[in-house]
Nanobody, 115 residues
Framework: QVQLTESGGGLVQPGGSLRLSCAASQTIFSAYVLGWYRQAPGKQRELVATVAVGGNTNYADSVKGRFTISRDNAKNTMYLQMNSLKPEETAVYYC?????????WGQGTQVTVSS
């Protein structure tokens, strides 16, 4: 069983930055599509960004130009650099690794954007 562990969440002021990390317990990243999702209270989980095996990235329109997803296959780690954060982006952020019919999720890390 693969475990994904997020870190880097916390409290940040509006306009601030955070960098989230997602580490895998096994060497899987090189063959998996990786993604970040978030779920705000009372809302459905939504896609934030994905990075394909070849490195192509995809972002939700709401975060384009502010967030950057990246992967380091050698370290089995994925990152999400978040800049210019907004209060409405307060949510639990989850990482996902997906390949064919297999999907793994992390336990989530809380990001709170508040003054």
């Amino acid at each position: 069983q693969v475990q994904l562990t997020e870190s880097g969440g916390g409290l940040v002021q509006p306009g601030g930055s955070l960098r989230l990390s997602c580490a895998a317990s096994q060497t899987i990243f090189s063959a998996y599509v990786l993604g970040w999702y978030r779920q705000a209270p009372g809302k459905q989980r939504e896609l934030v960004a994905t990075v394909a095996v070849g490195g192509n990235t995809n972002y939700a329109d709401s975060v384009k130009g502010r967030f950057t997803i990246s992967r380091d296959n050698a370290k089995n780690t994925m990152y999400l650099q978040m800049n210019s954060l907004k209060p409405e982006e307060t949510a639990v952020y989850y990482c996902q690794a997906r390949r064919a019919w297999v999907t793994y999720w992390g336990q989530g890390t809380q990001v709170t954007v508040s003054s």
